[in-house]
């Protein structure tokens, strides 16, 4: 959507603008049952690149924290 909007070949002027208005983006998956889960927490750096800080870990069915070091709470 952001890209369609910045026009289709103005990728860094997407990720700037997804940088300056959003710290994190929280991303969902449909599962069976029609039910919606998260499945990742992702914060989103500077230049407008994503680090994923919490990811479904399906053995566990359950979302856990990764090794990225959030730069958004300092």
């Not at 680090?51 to 924290?65: D, G, H, I, R």
């Amino acid at each position: 959507m952001l890209v369609a909007f910045h026009g289709a070949l103005d990728l860094p002027g997407a990720r700037q603008a997804v940088a300056a208005c959003f710290d994190v983006l929280v991303g969902v998956r449909l599962a069976a049952g029609d039910r919606l889960y998260v499945d990742t927490i992702a914060e989103v750096r500077p230049r407008g690149g994503l680090a994923e800080l919490f990811a479904w870990k399906p053995e566990l069915s359950a979302v856990e924290p990764t090794t990225v070091e959030p730069q958004v709470i300092r």
